[in-house]
Nanobody, 116 residues
Framework: QVQLVDSGGGLVQAGGSLSLSCAAS????????MGWYRQAPGKQRELVAV???????NSADSVKGRFTISRDNAKNTVYLQMNSLKPEDTAVYYC??????????WGQGTQVTVSS
């Protein structure tokens, strides 16, 4: 079994910054992609940003220029640096990893709240 531990959420004022981290309990050689989704109250879950093992990035238009995804392969960890946060960024953020054997695995989620 593979586990993801995501963390770093909190309360921040609009215009502020937060950094999220997610560590996978598996070597990077079995991970084809890692990244983040989010789900706001009453909304469907949506992609934020995903980084594939070959270096490609897929991110939502709403976060481009504000959020940066990065990866530390040695630590099996992915990060999300969130700048210029807006109230509409308020959501539970879920780490994801795509694994060769297990498919998509989800973290437990971390709450991000942006006040006006």
């Amino acid at each position: 079994q593979v586990q993801l531990v995501d963390s770093g959420g909190g309360l921040v004022q609009a215009g502020g910054s937060l950094s999220l981290s997610c560590a996978a309990s598996r070597t990077i050689s079995s991970i084809t992609a890692m990244g983040w989704y989010r789900q706001a109250p009453g909304k469907q879950r949506e992609l934020v940003a995903v980084l594939t093992s070959d270096g490609r990035t897929n991110s939502a238009d709403s976060v481009k220029g504000r959020f940066t995804i990065s990866r530390d392969n040695a630590k099996n960890t992915v990060y999300l640096q969130m700048n210029s946060l807006k109230p509409e960024d308020t959501a539970v953020y879920y780490c994801i990893a795509d694994l060769l054997r297990w498919g998509r695995v989800w973290g437990q989620g971390t709450q991000v709240t942006v006040s006006s």
